[in-house]
């Protein structure tokens, strides 16, 4: 994916476009859709291999084709993602006949993209790299109504961020005030902060509506937090941060910062 492949396509005006996000994530109902998709997926493989054991992986295994005709938007095909010959009915995911289903739950903009990633990044078989040549399509109700292509670039790329890896995380970690900070015994904590640059890499703002904590399963955005407010202390002695341009923009930039006994021992002073 990250190289230029994304795994949905679109097919409009004689091209076939890579695509992002997945439409069908857009869908009210896209979270009972996957697991179906991705069992029936599972199903046809081990009929095919005549396996006599079924592991379903509830990852997205799949992907998926979309065309646009007369403005409107149609899902035509869900095939494996990793052999696109294995496909499966539309019929068996959704309650149709039809080989095509409308997108008319779409109301909000695609991304169609072309050429070597930018900035590339990649989560679980998801896209969520930058191109040099984006076009944003427009959908109300899946129509299309408007498209606006776009150039994007690295505008500015940090020499402090691009160092060796370890001198950064060295850098990070040797920073964190471990014993100001409540017992971490049992735990693993990571905090994500986002931050906006300026045009010249420093730091405009921090962005607190994306900035949180995740411990275990909970999600934690309380500014005060003691382990947010290091981390973002931290985030703010970063010297220069990459300035992306997306869309016309600055893209925010984010610091995750993990804390647990095993980091504190090997950081701490």
Sequence with gaps: ????????????????????????????????LTPVITSQIEINRIEKSKDSVILINFWRNYKTEWFIENDSLYLTDLSSLYNSEKNIGLNKVFSTIEKRIFADWVNSSLTTFRGTCTVCMGIHHKNTSIYPNEKLLEFKNGVLIKTTDYKNSVLRESEFLSYDPNIYYSFIYRN???????????????????????????LRNIDWKNTYLIDESNLIDDPENTYIKEAVRIAKKIPEWNVVIRHDKILNQNLSIVFNEQIKKKYGL
């Design 176 to 202: 964190v005030e471990w014993s100001k900070l409540p017992d971490l015994s049992n735990k693993h904590l990571q905090v994500w902060v986002s931050v906006e640059p300026r045009k010249n890499g420093k």
């Design 1 to 32: 994916m990250a190289n230029g492949q994304s795994t949905d396509v679109l097919i409009w005006k004689s091209d076939t476009l890579n695509l992002y996000p997945n439409p069908l994530e857009l869908k009210a109902d896209w979270e009972q």
